[in-house]
């Protein structure tokens, strides 16, 4: 990334890479496929020698992904699970983690069915109480996993609190930043020491790539975990890498736009007789909005609503047409979910009752159509 000391998130995100290719000057920096790499001589090298540890065009986005958090280093992975996988292989049989309990269902699988095997062991704890967390911790502990706003209820933990708890506890404070980007929520600023994303939602933005990232706030961190990225070798593909450094121009432009739209859609779904609840920070209604105005400057695209009966929400998943009935979240276009069912369907029953993620709870994405054509589509499906 072309180093601009100041700047605007939206001018420093359009101008990724500009400037970067001297031997052309184009634009669009190149996607490098190249496994390999000649050596000038004995002993000698470009600066690259092998894919895996690192590539031309990675590296663009891995430092495009540490100036947009606010991090000394950023590191792209083939998927989130990837990213997640790469971070919890740094921590050591016999270690605890405090994790938040609303959270991401494939994080829940991985640590449980393979990082359990390990002497891995985890808390679920919900981590918008501060009391809950610290009283989770255990001299064992080494990290707290917080994703804010949680999933898919959207409670809204407090950063620079838990960022307090950690320095006193001697943990590492890792976020799960998807939901809100760097965009709208900057964790390394309020106290965290790595970020974690799914690259494949808001930052690719597009439903057509997979992709994770790592950013850490220290270097020394940072190449702890560039270690374990070359080690293991879950990296992004160079044309990958391309296809989010496109991506990536457009973020804080979309984050706006999802805002909007996501308030405009809450606030109507509010009014409904069929909606029992609905679940979005930026309702002065939800628990975590002060919260969210004082750590974040948006409230993002998600939203979660409870309907009448489990019926109702198959109806709507049955009749909607404009939005897509799938997995995933932050495309342009629109996204809904059955939470209970797909995203968090690893979850144990007992334990997804007792978080409230019923089979009448549908998690949306608002995406970037018309917000008034997403609300006729909602009407006549909920009708
Ligand atoms: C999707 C998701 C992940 C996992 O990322 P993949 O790219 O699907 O591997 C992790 N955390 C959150 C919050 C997610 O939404």
Known sequence: MTKLASGSLTTRSVQIGVGRDNQTGGISFPIYPSATYRHPGVGQSTGYDYTRSSNPTRDLLEEAFAELEGGARGLAFASGMAALTTLFL??????????????????????????????????YVDTTDNAAVQAAVTPQTKALLVETPGNPLLGVADLRALSELSQEQGLMLIVDNTFLTPVLQRPLELGADVVIHSATKYMGGHSDLCAGALVTKNAELGERLYFLQNTTGAILPPQDCWLLIRSLKTLPLRMERHCASALQVALWLQQQPQVAAIYYPGLHEHPGYELSRQQAQGFGGMLSFRVNSPQLAEQVLEKLQLISFAESLGGVESLITLPAVQTHGDIPEAERQRLGICNSLLRLSVGLEEPADLIADLEQALG
């Open 90 to 123: 740094h921590f050591s049989s016999g270690d605890h983690l405090v994790v938040s309990e609303d959270l991401y269902g494939g994080t829940y699988r991985v640590l449980d069915q393979v990082f359990g095997k390990f002497g891995l062991s985890v808390s």
